[in-house]
C-alpha cells in the first residue's frame, strides 16, 4: 500500500512539475448554461417527475376509497 502511493505521489508531482501546452480553457458562459440546463434535465426527469407521479396515483388511490 505504501509502495502504491509513494509511486502516486511521485507520478503526481511529476506531472504538476511539467511544463505542458498551452493551459485548457475555461467553458464561458454559454458552457456554463449547457451544464446547468442539462443537470436541470436530470434532475426533472429522475428526482421530480417520478415523485410527482407517484404522487398524484397515491392521491387518486386514496380519493377512491370508500368505508367498507
Known amino acids: 500500500m505504501k509502495s502504491i502511493l509513494a509511486a ?4 503526481m508531482s511529476a506531472s504538476a ?17 449547457v451544464f446547468l440546463g442539462g443537470f436541470l434535465l436530470i434532475f426533472y426527469f429522475l428526482l421530480w417527475r417520478p415523485q410527482s407521479k407517484r404522487q398524484k396515483e ?5 380519493g377512491g376509497l370508500t368505508k367498507g
Request: glycine share 16%.
Open 58 to 62: 397515491h392521491k387518486n388511490l386514496i
Open 8 to 11: 502516486l505521489a511521485l507520478t
Open 17 to 33: 512539475m511539467a511544463e505542458g501546452g498551452a493551459a485548457p480553457e475555461s467553458m464561458g458562459v454559454m458552457g456554463q448554461l
